[in-house]
C-alpha cells in the first residue's frame, strides 16, 4: 500500500537571508524575509522519493518569516501555535495536501552569530506533514502530537527525527472501502479510516465554515461564478478559512472539476498573480493591500463580513432550479453530522436537474461532442423561457467539456452519480439509494514500531527547541559556506569607508548564490510549463490554441530569459511526456502552435549557440512526428528554413564559431533532405574557405551522421525527395522570419508576456505592469466597447460544405453576378476555397439552400480566388491557375507554368488573368489563348501580396524579401524597388499614387508611387501587420495586426498620425475592406465589425478642424467560437463572411434598420 504520509518537513529561517524584496542579509525586527526549506524526511538524496515541491516554504509560510524579540507568551494571543492546512497543485493537476503548525522557535546560534542578529532571538517556523490524500483530520491530528511530543515536559523516548521516519516510512492509506489504519505516536492512539470506494469523493473538511460565512444568497452566486470559471479571489484573515472554503466550493461543483489555476493560500509576494488574465480561484489573507490593482473582473469574496463584490456581472441561475436550490440549502439546519452529506446532494440535485437529459445531446460518443444549441431550445420548450444565459456560458466550460471526455470513459456509468441520480428522481426514489451501502466493518490495520517504547537506558529526549535533522557532511560543508560568507560580508561592510555602492544587497551575490538563485528559477519556469503544456494540450475542439493564454505564456517564457531556460525546458517537458507513454496525437490546430513554439526554441538557440537545445528539440520533433500520423511529414523541412545561418557564416572569423554554426547547417541540410553526400561536400567547402581543422570536421561528420539518422528514422530511405545541390546554396535569399505565411501568428503575445514578464521580475514597479498593458490597449476605445455592447446582433448563418480548412474567400459584387441573379436587392455571392481542393460558390439570398456550385479541378489547397462577370480563377498550393464558366461551372482553362505554390490572383479586363506564386514571378495570362502574355515582374523571393491599377497599368507585388516592387507593365519597366521594411510585407494597397505595405516588421509604410519615396512610417502596433486600408474619401489609412488593434490613421501636417484605435477584437485582424460609406473588419477569432461615416461629414474632417476620424461602430455580431482563416466583406449588402479552419463559413448580415 501506498503511504499517507509523503513528506515530513520544516521551513523557516536559512542560512540565506532575504527580504521579500530580495535584498540580503538582516535588516532588523519587523522585517519579513524569505523562508528556505530547512530540514525534511526522506531526506534530499532519497532516490525512491520525489522532491518536495520547490513553491512549499513559500507556501507554508505565505506573510514570511519575522524575527521576534521573545517567543511564546501566554498573555499575547499572536505569539501562540497556529495549526492550518493548505493545498498545493502541481503542474498536471494533481494536489498536495499539507497540514502545518507555525510557531517561534529560537533562532540558529550560527546564523545569529553571521548575521549579528540579537541573542535569544525567536522566528517563525513551519512544520509540515504532506500528503497526496485529502484525509485533513489525520494529518492535522498526526502533526499536533509530533509538536506536543517535541514539546512534552516528559519528553519522548526515541529521538523526535526517528520517530517521524517511522511515521512516514511505514503508515499506509487504508484501502478504500476495505482497511482501517491504526498507528501510535507514543503513548497516543490515531486511526486513518477508510475512504470510499464509490460514490461521492473522499472529503475529509466541513461545510458548515462555508455556510457560516456566506449566506444563501452570496454562497450561491460564488457557486455559479466557480461554475461559469471567473476568477475568484477568497480574502480572510485566516489561512485554514480560506483552504477549507476553496475545499469545499471545488466539492460541491461535482460531478464537474475546476480546471484553472487553483491556490488556496496566496503568498504575500504573489499578489501579481491577481492580475492574471487566466480564470484562478486563489486565497489571500485580508491583511495584504491590493488596492493598486486592477481586478477587473475579478470575484472578490470576503469572507470575514458576507461580501461579494465584481465589476462584471453573473448571469444568476435560472428558474425552477434557482427557488429549488436555495430552498434547499436553507432547509439544511440545524447542523449535525448528516448536513455535509446533505448539502453536497441538494448540488447534485442542482444538477441533474439543470442538466437533465443531456446524454441525448451527445452526437459524437467518441469525440463527445455536444450539441449545445439543441439542449438550450430543449430546456427552453420544457421551462417555457427564454435560453439562460448561465446554462449557455456553463455548457461551453472547460469543466464540462472535461466532464463529457471523463462520462464517455465510465464503464457501464457504474461511477457517474449524475446519471444515477436522475435515473433515482424519474423513478421516484430517494437520492441516498445511489450511494453505497456500508454494511461490512472494515478490517483492522495496525502499524507497531518494532523499535518503540521506552529505550534501553529508559532515557528521555527532551528539547526546548524544534530539533534539526542530521545534516549529512555536504550539506553541512555548504552551510559552514554559507554562513561564513555572510560573516565576512558583513566584516567587510563595517569596515570599509562610508559608501552607498557598499551593501549587502541583490547585487552582491556569491557565485554560489547566484547558481542556487538560477537553480529556483530554473524550478519555477519548469513547473508553469509542465502545466501550461499539460493545459494546452486539453484544449477543446473549438478553442484557438495560437490565441489561448497557455500558448502565448510559453511563448513569452521561451523568448523572456537570455539563457534558453525556457527554450530547453520546453523541450524537456515534452520529452519527459512522450517517455510517460504519451502517444504524441495532436488536432491541426494543436500542430501548428507546437511547430510555431519549437521553432521560437530552435531559433533562440541559435542565436546562443546552444547546439543542445537544437539537437534535443530536432530528436523530439522527430520522435513526436513520427507518432502522429496526421501532421504533415515535414517539419523540419519548412521550419528549419528560419535559422540565422547564411549570413552569420559570412561574418565568422574564427574556426569554433564556425564549427558551431556549421552543425547547424548541418541540421539544415539534413532537415532538407538534402542527400548524405551532397550536404558533406557543402560543408567540406564552407570548411576549407574558413580553416576548420581536421578534429572539427570528424565532430561535424559524427553530427551529420546522427541527423540523418534521424531523418532517415522519421521520413524513410525515399519518402522525402532531395533537391539538388544548385538549388539549395548558400547563396539563396535567407527568408526574413520563420512565419510560414499560410498560417495564423501567435496572438495572443501582448497579455501573456507582460504577465510573465511580471512573474520573473524582482522591480517592485512590476505590480502595475499589467495596468499599464489594460491602459495602453484600451486607449480611445471605451466608445467603441460601449456601442459594440448596444448594438449586439445575432443574424449569422453557418455554410457548412468545406471538408477542410478554409484557405481563401472572395466577395461577388452584385454588378459582377447581374448575369446569372439579375438587378436583385440581395444579389452577390461569396467564393471560398479550401485545403480539400475544392472551390464553391454560395449564394446568400438562398436561405438553406446557399451552396451554388461545387468546382473542382485544382489538386492541392486553394490559396487565392477572384472573378468578373462570367468568370471565376483560382490559384493553387498544386502550382495551377484554373479559370471556370461561372454560369455552367465547367473548367475552362488551366494554366501552368509557375513553379511555386500561386499566392495571388487577379482578374482583368479583357479575358487577362494576373497570377503571383512563391517563385517570384508575377505572370499576365491570356484566357481565350491559354498563354502566359509574359512575366511582368519578378521578385527576389516569394510573393504574399499584389495590387494592381487596371487604369494606369501599375503592379506592386511584395513578399518575403521585404522590398516593395513597382512596376509600369504597359511601359515594360520596373519603375522602383521600395526598401525599409526589415521582414515580410504581408500587406499592399495602391490608390492613386498613394501605395501602403504592412509588414510583419511591426510597421507600415506610405510611399508615393510616383516618386518611390516613403513618406511616412506607421510604427503604434504590437504584432505583424496583417492587412491595411485607404479611405481615398478622407485619405485615412486603417491598419489591423496580431495584436487585435484596429488603427485609424489620418494625414496631418507634416506627416501620418494615429488618432484612434479600437480594441473590439481580440485577436489577429485578417481583413479591413472600406468604402465609400461602410467599413467590414474581420479577426481571427471570428469576430466582425461593421463601421459607418455618416455622409454629411464626408469632405468635412479634414477641412473642419476636427481629428476624430468618422468612422463609427455601427454593428457587431454576437461572437461564436471559432478558428478563422480568412474574411471577405460585401459592403454594398452589408454582409461579412468568415472562414474556419474546421471547413465552415459563417456569414453575418448586418441589415437589419438599414
Known amino acids: 500500500m501506498a503511504p499517507i504520509f509523503e513528506y515530513f518537513v520544516v521551513c523557516g529561517l536559512g542560512p540565506e537571508i532575504r527580504t521579500l524584496d530580495g535584498n540580503k542579509g538582516y535588516h532588523g525586527v519587523g522585517v519579513l524575509y524569505l523562508p528556505s526549506m530547512l530540514d525534511q524526511y526522506p531526506p534530499e538524496n532519497h532516490t525512491l522519493y520525489p522532491p518536495p515541491p520547490p513553491q512549499l516554504p513559500t507556501c507554508v509560510l505565505p506573510a514570511g518569516v519575522e524575527i521576534f524579540s521573545t517567543g511564546f507568551d501566554v498573555n499575547d494571543p499572536s505569539s501562540s501555535p497556529r495549526s492550518y492546512p493548505i493545498v498545493l497543485t502541481e503542474g498536471d493537476g494533481s494536489k498536495i495536501y499539507v497540514s502545518c503548525i507555525a510557531f517561534r522557535d529560537p533562532v540558529s546560534e550560527d546564523i545569529a552569530e553571521a548575521y549579528r542578529i540579537p541573542p535569544n532571538s525567536f522566528a517563525d517556523k513551519c512544520i509540515c506533514l504532506v500528503s497526496r490524500s485529502p484525509s485533513f483530520t489525520v494529518i492535522r491530528n498526526t502533526l499536533e502530537e509530533l509538536f506536543a511530543l517535541c514539546f512534552s515536559s516528559d519528553g519522548s523516548s526515541k529521538p523526535l527525527w526517528d520517530v517521524i521516519a517511522h511515521l512516514v516510512s511505514n503508515v499506509p492509506l487504508p484501502t478504500p472501502g476495505r482497511d482501517r489504519v491504526l498507528f501510535a505516536i507514543e503513548n497516543c492512539l490515531l486511526s486513518v479510516d477508510p475512504p470510499p470506494k464509490n460514490g461521492l469523493p473522499h472529503v475529509d473538511i466541513s461545510f458548515q465554515p462555508l455556510v457560516q460565512c456566506l449566506d444563501v444568497d452570496n454562497l450561491i452566486e460564488l457557486f455559479t461564478a466557480v461554475l461559469l470559471e471567473r476568477r475568484i479571489l477568497l480574502r480572510s484573515n485566516k489561512y485554514s478559512l480560506l483552504t477549507i472554503v476553496s475545499e469545499a466550493i471545488c466539492h460541491l461543483i461535482y460531478p464537474f472539476r475546476w480546471q484553472h489555476v487553483y491556490i488556496p493560500s496566496l503568498f504575500f509576494s504573489g499578489v501579481d498573480y491577481i492580475d492574471a488574465p487566466t480564470p484562478y480561484m486563489m486565497g489571500l489573507h485580508s491583511g495584504v493591500d491590493t488596492s493598486y490593482l486592477v481586478m477587473d473582473g475579478v470575484v472578490v469574496v470576503d469572507l470575514e463580513y458576507n461580501r461579494i463584490s465584481t465589476s462584471e456581472e453573473i448571469p444568476p441561475i435560472p428558474e425552477p432550479e434557482f427557488s429549488s436550490l436555495r430552498m434547499d440549502i436553507l432547509n439544511n439546519q440545524p447542523w449535525g453530522e448528516e448536513q455535509d452529506l446533505q448539502l453536497r446532494l441538494i448540488f447534485l440535485r442542482f444538477f441533474a436537474s439543470i442538466l437533465g437529459g443531456y446524454r441525448n445531446f451527445i452526437e459524437d460518443s467518441a469525440a463527445q461532442a455536444f450539441n449545445n444549441q439543441a439542449f438550450l431550445k430543449k430546456r427552453s420548450r420544457s421551462t417555457h423561457q427564454p435560453p439562460d444565459a448561465m446554462v449557455s456560458q456553463f455548457l461551453d466550460t472547460h469543466g464540462f467539456l472535461d466532464f463529457l471526455e471523463r462520462a464517455g470513459s465510465l464503464e457501464e456509468s457504474d461511477s457517474n452519480l449524475l446519471d444515477k441520480l436522475q435515473d433515482a428522481i424519474g423513478r421516484g426514489q430517494n437520492p441516498m439509494s445511489i450511494l453505497p451501502s456500508s454494511a461490512t466493518e472494515p478490517e483492522i490495520v495496525t502499524i507497531s514500531d518494532p523499535n518503540g517504547g521506552e529505550s534501553r537506558s529508559g532515557a528521555k529526549y527532551i528539547y526546548d527547541r524544534f530539533p534539526s535533522n542530521i545534516r549529512t557532511e555536504e550539506q553541512e560543508e555548504k552551510r559552514k559556506q554559507i554562513l561564513a560568507a555572510a560573516s565576512g560580508a558583513f566584516e567587510y561592510i563595517k569596515n570599509a569607508p562610508s559608501s552607498p555602492s557598499v551593501q549587502v544587497g541583490k547585487e552582491a551575490l556569491s557565485p554560489m548564490e547566484r547558481a542556487a538563485e538560477r537553480e529556483r528559477m530554473v524550478l519555477d519556469i519548469k513547473v508553469k510549463l509542465q502545466g501550461l503544456w499539460l493545459r494546452l494540450l486539453k484544449l477543446g475542439a473549438t478553442d484557438d490554441p495560437l490565441s489561448s493564454f497557455e500558448y502565448g505564456t510559453i511563448l513569452a517564457l521561451i523568448e523572456s530569459d537570455a539563457e534558453g531556460i525556457g527554450g530547453s525546458g520546453f523541450v524537456e517537458c515534452i520529452s519527459e511526456h512522450i517517455h510517460t507513454g504519451w502517444q504524441c496525437q495532436l488536432t491541426d490546430e494543436q500542430f501548428i502552435a507546437v511547430k510555431e513554439l519549437l521553432k521560437t526554441a530552435i531559433i533562440l538557440a541559435t542565436s546562443r549557440n546552444d547546439m543542445s537545445t537544437v539537437r534535443d528539440a530536432l530528436e523530439v520533433s522527430a520522435e513526436m512526428y513520427r507518432k502522429d500520423n496526421n501532421n504533415v511529414p515535414d517539419f523540419v523541412q519548412r521550419h528549419l528554413m528560419s535559422l540565422s545561418i547564411w549570413e552569420e557564416l559570412r561574418s565568422a572569423n574564427y574556426a569554433a564559431q564556425v564549427t558551431s554554426q556549421l552543425i547547424l547547417v548541418a541540421s539544415h541540410m539534413a532537415g532538407l533532405g538534402i542527400s548524405d553526400t551532397d550536404a558533406w561536400y557543402m560543408i567540406e567547402t564552407i570548411s576549407e574557405k574558413n580553416n576548420i581543422g581536421y578534429k572539427q570536421l570528424i565532430q561535424l561528420r559524427g553530427f551529420l551522421t546522427h541527423i540523418q539518422q534521424l531523418r532517415v528514422g522519421y521520413w524513410g530511405v525515399s519518402s522525402v525527395k532531395a533537391p539538388s545541390i544548385s538549388s539549395m546554396g548558400l547563396s539563396s535569399p535567407r527568408p526574413k522570419d520563420g512565419t510560414d505565411e499560410n498560417q495564423q501568428p501567435a496572438e495572443a503575445s501582448v497579455v501573456g508576456r507582460s504577465w510573465v514578464q511580471s512573474m520573473f521580475s524582482r522591480d517592485s514597479s512590476r505590480v502595475n505592469s499589467f495596468a499599464r498593458v489594460r491602459k495602453w490597449t484600451s486607449d480611445g476605445a471605451s466608445d467603441s466597447s460601449a456601442a459594440g455592447q448596444k448594438k449586439l446582433q445575432t443574424n449569422v448563418r453557418v455554410l457548412r460544405g468545406h471538408n477542410g480548412a478554409v484557405t481563401a474567400l472572395h466577395c461577388v459584387t452584385r454588378r459582377e453576378v447581374w448575369d446569372l441573379v439579375g438587378d436583385r436587392e440581395d444579389a452577390g455571392f461569396f467564393i471560398s476555397g479550401s485545403t480539400d481542393c475544392m472551390v464553391k460558390i454560395w449564394d446568400p439570398s438562398i436561405r438553406g439552400s446557399e451552396l451554388r456550385a461545387t468546382l473542382e479541378g485544382h489538386k492541392r489547397t486553394v490559396r487565392a480566388i477572384s472573378s468578373d462577370r462570367g468568370k471565376v480563377v483560382s490559384g493553387s498550393d498544386d502550382q495551377t491557375v484554373i479559370v471556370w464558366d461561372k454560369q455552367t461551372t465547367q473548367l475552362l482553362e488551366e494554366l501552368k507554368g509557375h513553379e511555386a505554390q500561386v499566392s495571388c490572383v487577379r482578374m482583368l479586363s479583357g479575358e487577362r488573368v494576373l497570377t503571383a506564386a512563391h517563385d517570384g514571378t508575377v505572370k499576365m495570362w491570356d484566357v481565350r489563348t491559354d498563354t502566359c502574355v509574359a512575366t511582368v515582374g519578378r521578385c527576389s523571393s516569394a510573393v504574399l501580396c499584389m495590387e494592381y491599377d487596371d487604369s494606369t497599368g501599375i ?84 491598419t489591423g495586426s496580431t495584436d487585435g488593434l484596429l488603427r485609424f490613421w489620418e494625414h496631418d501636417e507634416g506627416g501620418v498620425k494615429c488618432l484612434r484605435n479600437d480594441t473590439i477584437h481580440s485577436a489577429s485582424i485578417l481583413s479591413i475592406n472600406a468604402g465609400e460609406h461602410w467599413l467590414g473588419v474581420g479577426a481571427a477569432d471570428n469576430s466582425m465589425s461593421l463601421f459607418n461615416r455618416p455622409q454629411d461629414r464626408l469632405g468635412g474632417v479634414a477641412g473642419s478642424g476636427s481629428k476624430l476620424p468618422g468612422w463609427q461602430l455601427y454593428r457587431t455580431p454576437q461572437k461564436m467560437v471559432a478558428m478563422v482563416r480568412c474574411v471577405a466583406s460585401d459592403l454594398e449588402r452589408k454582409r461579412i463572411c468568415s472562414g474556419g479552419r474546421n471547413g465552415v463559413l459563417r456569414l453575418w448580415e448586418a441589415t437589419i434598420n438599414i
Open 955 to 1038: 503592379l506592386a507585388a511584395a513578399g518575403r524579401d521585404a522590398v516593395a516592387n513597382v512596376w509600369d507593365i504597359r511601359a515594360g519597366k520596373q519603375m522602383h524597388k521600395l526598401s525599409g521594411h526589415t521582414k515580410w510585407i504581408r500587406s499592399v494597397r495602391m490608390v492613386g499614387d498613394t501605395l501602403i505595405t504592412g509588414s510583419d516588421d511591426w510597421t507600415a509604410r506610405v510611399w508615393s508611387v510616383s516618386r518611390g519615396t516613403c513618406d511616412a512610417v506607421l510604427a503604434c502596433h504590437a504584432g505583424p501587420i496583417l492587412c491595411v486600408e485607404y479611405s481615398a474619401a478622407d485619405r485615412g489609412i486603417i
